[in-house]
Each structure stands twice: as C-alpha cells, then as structure tokens.
C-alpha cells in the first residue's frame, strides 16, 4: 500500500491549494479515503473523508466550507482542494484509506506528506 502526496506549497492567508494523492497497492474502489494533517509539536488529526464512490463527505469542523475532498476512482487518485487559507491550516498534510477492521482505521504505511505554509 502507498500514498503519494503532492501540491503543497507557501500561500498566504487567503489563498488556495488543491493537494493530490496518488494510491496504489489496493483496490482504491472500495475504500473511503481520508485526508490528515499534522501540525508540528500536535497529534495528526482527520481533516476530511470521502466514502467509496464519492457520494457521501464528512469535515472537520474548522474546515468546513472552505475545503472540498474528492476523487477519481479511475485514476486511484483523492484530492483536497483548499480555499481561504488560514495560518492554522499550516501542516503536513497525508491521506490514507479508512478501514474500521484496521488498527487505527488506516493502512498501516503512510506516505511522506505534503507541506501546507500559510504566512504572510
């Protein structure tokens, strides 16, 4: 199982950033799948999560209306676009399938993540 995180940057307050991950060693089709961030000296957190076939979102409440989760079953792919970008939202942010038969709810691998900064 891997993850392969991509599109974070610097931005500042305000702006916006569509994260990718690129999945591959399961079936991405039968997974929902969940974005987590980690911001330095905090627990990893869920952010967002996304269910098999895309119909059905759920968001933590400080992101709510300012990111979208979704995803392309075709290409194994979830994206995280994120609008109105808060200093808070700095983290390093991961995806992962979410199974609750696993410890967890995760696959046990993660990826390396991708940078969110958001400064002036």
């Known amino acids: 199982v891997q993850f392969v995180e991509s599109g974070g940057g610097l931005v500042q307050p305000g702006g916006s950033l569509r994260l990718s991950c690129v999945t591959s060693g399961f079936i991405f089709s039968n997974y929902a799948m969940s974005w987590y961030r980690q911001a330095p000296g905090k627990e990893r957190e869920l952010v967002a999560r996304?269910?098999?076939?895309?119909?059905?979102?759920s968001y933590h409440d400080s992101v709510q209306g300012r990111f979208t989760i979704s995803r392309d079953n075709g290409k194994k792919t979830v994206y995280l676009q994120m609008n109105n970008l808060k200093t808070e939202d700095t983290a390093v942010y991961y995806c992962n399938l979410y199974d609750p038969a696993r410890v967890g709810n995760t696959a046990t691998s993660w990826g390396q993540g991708t940078q969110v900064t958001v400064s002036s």
């Open positions: 996304i269910i098999s076939n895309g119909y059905r979102k």
